[in-house]
């Protein structure tokens, strides 16, 4: 199983920026997609969740600006990032729990980071 995450990089204030991620190779069924997000001298933080009946969870800062969603055909989870800010800055990270197969138990998966940098 792989995780590719795109659509990072640079913004000014106030503008918009969309991350998404596929996963890929041997999926049996996909639970829980969410995006993290790690700011320099900070812990991962969780940035927003969908689960598999489109359940929503967002972090306090970033509700009524972010929108997770996710398309179960496509195995695909994107974050619509608007009215960004300078401290939105960070490495945002993918995270999907996925079975395998059917006779495997699900587990997290992490996509590689990819950098999201707000300038004032």
């Known amino acids: 199983v792989q995780l590719q995450a795109s659509g990072g990089g640079l913004v000014q204030a106030g503008g918009s920026l969309r991350l998404s991620c596929v996963a890929s190779?041997?999926?049996?069924?996909?639970?829980?997609m969410g995006w993290y997000r790690q700011a320099p001298g900070k812990q991962r933080a969780l940035v927003a969740v969908?689960?598999?009946?489109?359940?929503?969870n967002y972090a306090d800062d970033v509700k009524g600006r972010f929108t997770i969603a996710r398309d179960n055909a496509k195995n695909t989870v994107d974050l619509q990032m608007n009215s960004l800010k300078s401290e939105d800055t960070a490495v945002y990270y993918c995270?999907?729990?996925?079975?395998?197969?059917?006779?495997?138990?699900?587990?997290?998966?992490w996509g590689r980071g990819t950098q999201v940098t707000v300038s004032s």
């Open positions: 190779g041997s999926i049996f069924s996909i639970n829980d």
């Open positions: 995270n999907v729990n996925i079975q395998p197969s059917p006779l495997w138990r699900s587990s997290e998966y």
């Open positions: 969908i689960t598999s009946d489109n359940k929503i």
